[in-house]
Structures are given as C-alpha cells and as structure tokens.
C-alpha cells in the first residue's frame, strides 16, 4: 500500500532532518554563523503597500515564519542594495543562505539576536549587560493540504521563562492547524501569540508589557480562529492558559482578538480586546481579572515615513481593591531614508491607574546590511513611576540580529 | 526510517536532552537579603526579577530598580543597596509600608495588594523542577547534547542495513 501523503512527505522531512549533512549545517549556523531566525513582525512593511501580514508571513496574524514570497521580499526591500537593483533576488534569500532547500510542506527557519546593554537606574552608574543568547531559535512548519503544524525550539536567555520547556530550552510556539475555504481562515490549537495590538518586536515596549502580548514569551496555549480577506484580517483567541507554568493557580484564561482593516494600501486601522482571570497573578502574586482594549494604526503616507500608533486601556480588578483603571499608548515614526537603512522615533506613556503617568522615549536605528542580517541601536530614556517614586531610566542596547 | 523505529529513538534524544538540563541562576541573593533583614525565610527571586526570570537584564520589579538605584550592580554591592533602600523607608508599590518591612512581614514589596511571599511560592515552569547545584549544564552544552544526540541516531541509522 502506498503511503498516505501526509506520512510520505512527513518521513521524508524527518529523514531530512535527521541527515547527518542537515544536521552539521544547523549546527554550524547556529554556533559559527550562530545567525539565525525568520524575519520578525515587521509592521512598517507598509510601506511597500504590505497591509497584510499573511503575503510574507505563516502566521496570518504576522511574524514568525516567513513564506517564499516574504523571503525574496526580505532580499528586494528589506536590506541595503548597495546600488544593485531591488527587483533581483538573491539566491542567498531561501533558507540557510539557500544552502538547503526545504522539501515541498516544510518551511524552516530560525534567529539569532546576542545584545550588548548598558542601564542606568536613577543616580546609580551605568550598568553593563551582554547577552550572547538574547534570542537563539529554530523554527519549522510543516503544511500539508489544509493541515499545518508549527513547533519552534529555542535557548532563553534568562531562568524562568514562561516558554520554557526544561531549563533554558523554551518553545515559544507549538500548534496545529487547519485551513478552512481555501485557508481563508485558520483554525488552530496549541501555544500561538496573542492577537492584540501592532505585532511589534520591541518586546518591552509598555503597550506589550502592559497587556502581556509580546512576542517574546507571553504566547499561551488555547484555539484561534484567524480571518484573512480582502481588507480585512482579525483572529480571536480563547485562552486555555500557558501550560509551561505550574501550578495552574498561574495560568490566564480569557480571550484575546485583533481585527485589523485596510482603508487603504497604506493605511490599516485596527482594534484589540483581551479580558483574562488568574487565580494568581504572575506580577501581582494575588488573583487578579485584567482587561485590555484598545486600538491601533499604521500609516504610510509617503514611502520612506510610517507612522505607527496603539492606545490600549488597561482595567485591573484584585479582591479587596478598588479596581484600577490605566492607560498604554504608543506613537513611533520609523523612517528609512535608505533602503535598508531606518531611523525610528518612539513616544510612550504608561498609567497603570491612580498613580502618575510614566512616559519614555526611544531613539533607535536599524541597518539591515547584508542578506539575513541586520544591527540595531536603541537609546531608550523612561521616567517610571513606582509607588511614590518617579526614577529616570535610561539604556543604551546593540543587537545582531540574523536570520536563516 | 518508519514512525515506529523514530518513536523508539525518540526517547533517547529527549533523555540526553533532559540530562544536560536545567540550567538555573545559582541562588546568591536571597541568602543575602534574609540574612541581613533577618528574615528568617529566602524571598522568591520574582521580589527583583520581573516575572521571576532571573539573569541580571530582568532585575526590573519596582523593589530591583529601587536597589539599582541605590547601587546594586552585583553580589558584593547587594548589602550596600540594602542598607540604603531600608535607611531611605523606601515603599516601592507605595502602599505606605517600607519595603524592608513589607519584607519581614512576608508580604511582596512590589504588590499593593499585600500579597504574601511565604504561602505561595513562585511558579515552576517548564518539565524540570530541580533545583541544580553551581556548575550545571550551560543552554550552548544542552543545544550541543540534543545536536550530537541527533548526529548520533542519524549516522546509526546510516549504518543499519535495509
């Protein structure tokens, strides 16, 4: 009897795998190159009339995974030319280089992002931080038919993550799905992120912070139905809780959704809402019903400027406490003058409820100077309040970041 | 190779991979803190570590930037920070009661809801629970076991026959 597609091409990605050649390879790219990673959430790709996320992305909702397409975009508008025209491809776009070509179904992927920072809290002196393994994952989707299933593994660079599966070993992602009328929507169950807000990759920006939806490890386990159309794109999610986390006193359960519409080419208006209950709060250490809603834009309105804003309402209710209302917000203007080359702006404020406004600013900038690769410098300044006091904050961060 | 001969292997890969596992920030600060408040129990690392992820890069609780303040860089500067924070009745989630003595009275310095640090202990996370001693393996030494646990199953694989 023939094998059944599914299991031929399964086998056959896992032999790949498995292969000694395959092997070294990744091996060698994590720990030589020790550059890997798909391209993140990049919400500026508006720019290029990109209001969808799905053109370039696996996950319809956007980062993660990138498919064919989103790689030789990756190669077209995302990296400096250096005066070679943008409409040619390099072979070195697909994966590893183009070292390896993935079997039919099998999409991987992977980053690598160390970081060097330095922080300043209050009048103390700066403070010196490396982290060589600020980001170190590996990722794949295999795709057969209307079948997908996602797993990513990676190395964390701190003790405790909520991803974690042993130790350091975390698995920000793991899911299965199904494409229903020609994968117009996606029905999935497994670890995914959060729909909420401008999927963004400043993971400790307060608007991600503050509502727990970043990319870095805040994914929780539960069933997502996404909706990709002309136009339109939103996923909700029902939130089962992150089963990384024990006792399950921890674990939120709620919802989550993000519906996004495309007014046009360049401009995308969106709303979030998310409502979850812990029976103990990871912060909080109580039992805490938090609630963000909020809404969000991206605005292009000239190729080298866009414009991205997020405002989300923050509601905290703990037994025995009045419950506290605040607010997240966010404006940045990112522009690259150059291709390849960008200049970010960013505004924020935070109020977590009857205490006095935090406000940041951060100034950074981005140079994606070769295939797959790109360096980033932040210098992020916050007046944070906490409890009676208000502490300047100030750090200055450079990351490598590259991608297979 | 078929599901079945990979399932039989699996277990390997995830054995060695478990062995080299876990790596987890050696416990120096908590001994310092209840000893020189005279605490009588180790506050939980989430009391400075946000979301109880401990490295150096996540002391950003309200009571972690409180010490940074006071010039906590490192072990040796941890008592200094201390004898600071509890000299200036520093109130990091400003409920009106000093953080040192929010501390003795095992109650959480970043929480205005007075939650305790002693009746519930910080979450696990992940498949391992253990507590290892100084030395244990690095993530790069459990990324290198998983890899050449694979290398090995796949050049045995080479040589089996059919």
Redesign the interface.
């Known amino acids: 009897m023939a094998p059944h597609p599914f299991?031929e091409l399964s086998?056959s990605s896992?032999?790949l795998?498995?292969?000694?050649r395959f092997?070294?390879a990744?091996?060698f790219a994590?720990l030589t190159l020790s550059f890997a990673g798909q391209a993140h959430a990049y919400a500026w790709m508006i720019r290029h009339d990109y209001s969808r996320c799905s053109t370039c992305h696996l996950d319809p909702s956007g980062a993660g995974l990138l498919t064919d397409y989103g790689r030789d975009q990756s190669d077209e508008v995302l990296r400096m030319r250096y005066g070679s025209p943008a409409g040619e491809t390099s072979s070195t776009s697909g994966f590893l280089l183009g070292l390896v070509k993935e079997p039919s179904g099998l999409t991987l992927g992977g980053q690598f992002r160390p970081m060097f920072?330095e922080?300043k809290?209050?009048?103390?002196?700066f403070?010196s931080?490396t982290?060589p393994?600020m980001q170190?994952e590996l990722q794949g989707e295999l795709d057969v038919r209307h079948f997908r299933a996602n797993l990513s593994l990676g190395?964390?660079?701190?003790?405790?993550?909520?991803a974690?599966?042993?130790?350091?070993?975390i698995s920000r992602e793991h899911w299965v799905g199904y494409g229903i009328s020609d994968d117009r929507f996606l029905l999935r169950v497994g670890r995914i992120n959060l729909p909420f807000g401008v999927r963004s990759i400043e993971h400790t920006l307060w608007v991600r912070r503050a509502t727990r939806t970043d990319l870095n490890d805040t994914q929780q386990h539960g069933v997502a139905l996404a909706f990709d159309g002309s136009g339109i794109r939103a996923e909700v999610m029902a939130i089962a809780g992150n089963y990384?986390?024990?006792?399950d006193?921890?674990r939120e359960r709620g919802y989550s959704l993000s519906a996004e519409y495309a007014a046009a080419p360049r401009l995308a208006l969106g709303v979030s809402s998310l409502a979850t209950h812990a029976a103990?709060d990871?912060?909080?250490?109580?039992s805490n019903t938090r609630q963000a809603h909020g809404v969000f834009a991206r605005y292009a309105p000239w190729e080298p400027l866009v414009l991205m804003g997020e405002g989300d309402v923050l509601v905290q209710h703990?037994p025995?406490?009045p419950t506290l209302v605040g607010l997240a917000s966010m404006l940045q203007a990112d522009v690259e003058p150059i291709q390849g080359l960008h200049f970010m702006l960013t505004g924020e404020t935070y109020t977590p409820g009857k205490?006095a406004q935090s406000y940041g600013g951060w100034l950074g900038s981005a140079w994606f100077f070769a295939p797959h690769a790109d360096v980033r410098l932040d210098f992020m300044r916050r007046s944070?309040i906490?409890?009676?006091?208000r502490?300047p904050?100030t750090a200055a961060i450079a990351q490598l970041h590259v991608y297979l | 190779m078929s599901l079945k001969s990979l399932s039989a292997r699996l277990p390997l890969v995830l054995g060695v991979a478990l062995l080299a596992a876990p790596a987890r920030a050696v416990p120096e600060f908590p001994p310092v803190i209840a000893d020189q408040l005279q605490l009588g129990y180790d506050p939980p690392c989430s009391v400075c570590h946000f979301e109880n992820k401990t490295a150096s890069v996540t002391v950003t609780t309200p009571f972690g930037y409180a010490l940074r303040d006071r010039g906590l860089t490192g072990r040796e500067s941890l008592p200094g920070a201390l004898t600071r924070l509890a000299d200036d009745h520093a109130d990091s989630d400003g409920d009106g009661v000093a953080d040192t003595v929010e501390l003795k009275d095992h109650t959480d310095p970043n929480s205005r809801a007075n939650a305790s640090l002693v009746d519930v202990a910080d979450p696990n996370v992940g498949c391992s629970t253990a507590w290892p001693s100084r030395g244990a393996a690095t993530p790069l030494a459990q990324l290198l076991a998983v890899a050449g646990a694979a290398l090995m199953l796949a050049r045995r694989r080479r040589r089996t026959p059919g």
């Open positions: 299991e086998l896992l032999r795998l498995l292969a000694p092997c070294l990744l091996l994590l920072m922080l809290v209050g009048s103390a002196p403070a931080d982290v393994l170190t190395i964390a660079p701190t003790d405790g993550s909520g974690a599966i042993t130790g350091r070993f990384q986390i024990r006792p006193a921890y103990r990871l912060l909080l250490k109580t703990t025995g406490s205490q944070e906490f409890g009676p006091m502490l904050v």
